[in-house]
């Protein structure tokens, strides 16, 4: 078993990049799946994408735990509070695993109900209620999974999420085309073999996670560890990951809201929609895993008192990581003429409305890359409310709000809309800002 690093000095390079080619390689299989599930039916893919939408929403819940759990890792070894660290690891593991266990019968039990709720077509209930069934059935190796990326990364091993997540992958696309198109093509179990293949690479990650845990990481997971139940630390884990978790669910509500206005424009706005986030994902994955990075490194420093190391962090991160997502996001807008066009077959209407779009998310990235380095730095050192409560009141009261007077009452469509996405992240950026600078989120912190 190794011994925990200092974190505190570490290179935010060398804690970064492991974050951002994971996020980056999981993005590209990701789409690689879908093309591979694609060429075997176009139902499959509506099936999937529907059960998949299902399962996103409710694996919410495991950030209650998850979340909080890296928060509270980080400041407890900043702080070489380390005594506490077998039960907090212990009770996150156990509140996710049973958590995520109710969440596998609810699945199970109404799947059904849910996809008609949502007017699944009839041709695509069959393929989403088979993979779901599966994939659903085994959503705790998920949950088990997260709060071990969580302790990885808090305790500055990013790299074993990232070799982690490479081989699970890697193991997904191979079960896939074994079964879709392989030696295990006879079987005729469709999708059924890709809800297998996804639960057998997820099942081989926790495994693979388990056994870097033991080697790699100084602390233990025990049932004795939950007796007597540590209160205290439950409490804690708990008022962190409530309010990042209500965030989240409200922000994937807002966003199914304003993909409801999409849809009611035009075919042309919905598949530029699709490629501007596609093109988008990639200034916002390198701002995520600075992001990222600067909050294990505060979490540290908060922890271990040195308040001043973590402000001048912040701020040197954050100048790094506007510039590298603002070149991004301006060259995105002069090429975007050449990748609109290889989307869309060369459709003249989306390569102009995507470079206008992309014109947009230059303004969107400062104001974005703001957040995401300074909210999650916030909450990293404790300050948890504020940017939570924040988040939620801008997304619907900017996004949202201006997103349908811009969009649609006004008429400007699809560019309205990212407009009022641009401005809300803008505006939300200068207020976490000014409250970072102010030094507001100092003495929030857990232990």
Not at 97 to 105: D, F, G, R, T
Not at 224 to 252: C, D, H, R, V
Not at 390 to 410: D, K, N, P, Q, R
């Amino acid at each position: 078993m190794e011994q925990t690093t200092d974190i505190k000095h570490m290179s935010l390079f060398k804690l970064g990049w492991p974050i951002f080619v994971q996020a980056l390689l999981s993005m590209c299989l990701g789409y690689i799946d879908t093309l591979m599930i694609s060429r075997y039916s176009e139902s499959a893919v509506g099936g999937i994408g529907n059960a998949n939408q299902i399962g996103g929403f409710l694996t919410l819940a495991f950030t209650i735990i998850s979340s909080a759990t890296g928060i509270i890792t980080a400041q407890y070894l900043g702080a070489k509070m380390k005594d506490k660290l077998n039960q907090i690891y212990t009770i996150s593991m156990a509140f996710n695993l049973i958590l995520s266990l109710i969440i596998s019968a609810l699945i199970l039990i109404f799947h059904t109900n849910l996809f008609h709720f949502m007017k699944v077509q009839k041709s695509m209930i069959e393929d989403a209620s088979s993979y779901i069934s599966i994939v659903g059935g085994f959503i705790f190796l998920e949950a088990i999974f997260d709060i071990f990326s969580q302790i990885f990364r808090s305790n500055g091993k990013t790299k074993i999420g990232m070799v982690i997540s490479i081989i699970m992958n890697v193991v997904n696309i191979i079960g896939n085309y074994t079964f879709l198109y392989g030696p295990l093509k006879y079987l005729n179990l469709g999708v059924k073999g890709v809800a297998l293949s996804t639960t057998v690479s997820r099942l081989i990650a926790v495994v693979i996670a388990m056994i870097y845990f033991h080697k790699k990481i100084e602390g233990s997971i025990r049932f004795k560890y939950l007796f007597p139940f540590n209160f205290e630390i439950f409490k804690q884990l708990l008022m962190i990951g409530l309010p990042t978790a209500g965030e989240n669910i409200s922000y994937n509500i807002a966003q199914l809201i304003l993909l409801m206005f999409v849809n009611t424009l035009s075919v042309t706005a919905v598949n530029t929609r699709i490629y501007a986030n596609i093109l988008g994902n990639f200034s916002y994955l390198f701002s995520i895993s600075a992001a990222m990075a600067t909050a294990i490194v505060v979490g540290h420093l908060v922890g271990a008192g040195e308040n001043d190391t973590a402000y001048q962090k912040v701020l040197d991160t954050l100048k790094k990581a506007m510039i590298i997502s603002i070149i991004i996001a301006v060259i995105n807008y002069f090429i975007a003429p050449v990748t609109f066009g290889i989307f869309s077959n060369n459709n003249q209407a989306v390569m102009i409305l995507g470079q206008k779009i992309m014109f947009i998310c230059i303004f969107l990235e400062i104001g974005r890359c703001t957040n995401l380095v300074v909210i999650n730095s916030m909450k990293a050192a404790g300050d948890i409310r504020f940017p939570t409560f924040l988040g939620m009141a801008s997304m619907w009261g900017i996004s949202v709000l201006f997103g349908y007077i811009f969009g649609i009452h006004m008429g400007y469509g699809l560019e309205g809309i990212w407009v009022a996405m641009a401005l809300d992240e803008i505006v939300r950026g200068i207020i976490v800002f000014i409250r970072w600078i102010r030094g507001s989120w100092r003495g929030k912190k857990i232990v």
